[in-house]
């Protein structure tokens, strides 16, 4: 059988994947947000991870999350007080924040006991490591993350998102 003075196309194999079509310049920039832009609590919440970000890349060290940074901070300034105190206070749920309490009290950095007036209820207090721990990690977020949220807004801004951020958590 003579060959064929064109060239033959070979065909993909069944099931072979075909190469995804190549982006051009306008389609791999940013998508356009639209009214999504515009909504207070989208901004909120890109912002929130953000800040999250950083404060991990900050306290890495510790190995600490905002929220356990947060327990700390409570239990320091207030010791004694019982685990639902806290929780509530923080908004955190039940079953989360006794796996995070499970955590800090794994690591050494405080510790649960019967409250002596409410058997149902446990007292939470700061160990010396969790305060050793705590105060590193309060130098690492006032110097490396609030400094640079700080030196990003300035301080007049800072000071007028924190009273709004307050307004919002306490009135809406």
Wanted: charged residues 25%; aromatic residues 4%; glycine residues 4%.
């Amino acid at each position: 059988m003579p060959a064929s003075k064109t060239a033959a196309v070979a065909k993909p194999a069944r099931g072979a994947r075909k190469e995804p079509p190549v982006e051009s310049a306008a389609e791999a920039s940013e998508l356009m947000m639209g009214e999504l832009s515009e909504l207070l609590g989208y901004a909120l919440k890109r912002a929130q991870l953000r800040v999250f970000e950083d404060f991990l890349h900050c306290v890495a060290p510790v190995q600490l999350t905002p929220a356990q940074f947060s327990v700390l901070l409570l239990l320091d300034a207030n010791p004694g007080r019982n685990q639902t105190e806290i929780a509530t206070t923080l908004g955190i749920l039940r079953p989360n924040f006794v796996a995070m309490l499970d955590a800090l009290e794994s690591r050494g950095l405080c510790v649960r006991t019967r409250s002596p007036s409410d058997r149902r209820s446990h007292i939470l207090m700061l160990t010396d490591k969790g305060r050793a721990t705590l105060a590193r990690a309060k130098k690492l977020v006032a110097t490396r993350h609030e400094d640079r949220l700080t030196e990003l807004l300035g301080r007049d801004n800072r000071d007028a998102l924190l009273a709004m951020l307050a307004t919002i958590a306490r009135e809406f």
